[in-house]
């Protein structure tokens, strides 16, 4: 029994053990082309279901073509490169806790990094079974914090992709109102993004990222 202990703690898996699985998901994927159906919901604008198709390469290469020439997508909604490489540059990596998210049990990965000359405190939950990142939760020292859920989907019996995500986009309060004002709420946005019919890994030429 003491054994079995001790080799079960040996081969315990660390937050960046964990991260850097999750990971591999990311990095199989050169390119990839999708179509997707975006809605929003949110109190301050009226935004109709768009239909949009994206064309990605790595690494960081997005684009997206719309028919009505306009789609709100969230980079944190769609597979843009590795959206944990930045938390692997933090130092102080923990898992939080254990929770279910979304029907699987997940690893609680909280780490805190610097991200577009920001300290972002973040927040990954990680399957245990297939080491999917099923919700991502970051809160910067100033402006917007956002939560995503991600559904998947096996594509070519081989690649992991959304099949939906869900970001929950909360923006604070700006300061300086009126003193004898009532506080303002922070105001929540969620855009669902639907994908199908992926392509994957099919060489995708750099022309099509270049501006119009």
Same mark, same amino acid.
């Given at each position: 029994?003491?054994?079995?202990?001790?080799?079960?703690?040996?081969?315990?898996?660390?937050?960046?053990?964990?991260?850097?699985?999750?990971?591999?998901?990311?990095?199989?994927?050169?390119?990839?082309?999708?179509?997707?159906?975006?809605?929003?919901?949110?109190?301050?604008?009226?935004?109709?279901?768009? &239909?949009?198709?994206?064309?990605?390469?790595? *690494?960081? /290469?997005?684009?997206? +073509? =719309?028919? !009505?020439?306009?789609?709100?997508?969230? &980079?944190?909604?769609?597979?843009?490169?590795? *959206?944990? /490489?930045?938390?692997? +540059? =933090?130092? !102080?990596?923990?898992?939080?806790?254990?929770?279910?998210?979304?029907?699987?049990?997940?690893?609680?990965?909280?780490?805190?990094?610097?991200? !577009?000359?920001?300290?972002?405190?973040?927040?990954?939950?990680?399957?245990?079974?297939?080491?999917?990142?099923?919700?991502?939760a970051t809160?910067?020292?100033?402006?917007?914090?956002v939560k995503?859920?991600?559904?998947?989907?096996?594509?070519?019996?081989?690649?992991?992709?959304?099949?939906?995500?869900?970001?929950?986009?909360?923006?604070?309060?700006?300061?300086?109102?009126?003193?004898?004002?009532?506080?303002?709420?922070?105001?929540?946005?969620?855009?669902?993004?639907?994908?199908?019919?992926?392509?994957?890994?099919?060489?995708?030429?750099?022309?099509?990222?270049?501006?119009?």
């Amino acid at each position: 029994m003491l054994m079995a202990l001790i080799a079960s703690q040996a081969h315990a898996l660390s937050a960046r053990d964990i991260l850097k699985k999750a990971g591999t998901h990311y990095e199989v994927i050169n390119d990839y082309i999708t179509d997707a159906r975006v809605t929003v919901e949110s109190p301050s604008m009226h935004v109709p279901e768009t &239909k949009v198709k994206i064309y990605y390469k790595k *690494p960081d /290469k997005l684009h997206v +073509d =719309s028919n !009505d020439g306009f789609a709100v997508l969230p &980079k944190q909604g769609t597979v843009v490169g590795n *959206p944990l /490489k930045f938390l692997l +540059d =933090s130092s !102080d990596l923990t898992i939080d806790r254990s929770e279910r998210v979304l029907g699987d049990d997940c690893y609680v990965i909280k780490g805190t990094a610097q991200r !577009d000359g920001r300290e972002m405190q973040s927040t990954v939950w990680v399957d245990k079974k297939n080491y999917l990142v099923r919700q991502l939760a970051t809160n910067p020292e100033w402006g917007p914090s956002v939560k995503v859920k991600v559904w998947y989907t096996r594509v070519g019996l081989k690649y992991w992709l959304p099949s939906t995500t869900s970001a929950r986009v909360s923006t604070p309060p700006l300061a300086g109102g009126k003193q004898d004002s009532k506080p303002a709420a922070t105001e929540q946005t969620t855009v669902t993004i639907k994908f199908e019919k992926y392509k994957v890994n099919s060489g995708l030429s750099d022309k099509i990222f270049k501006d119009k």
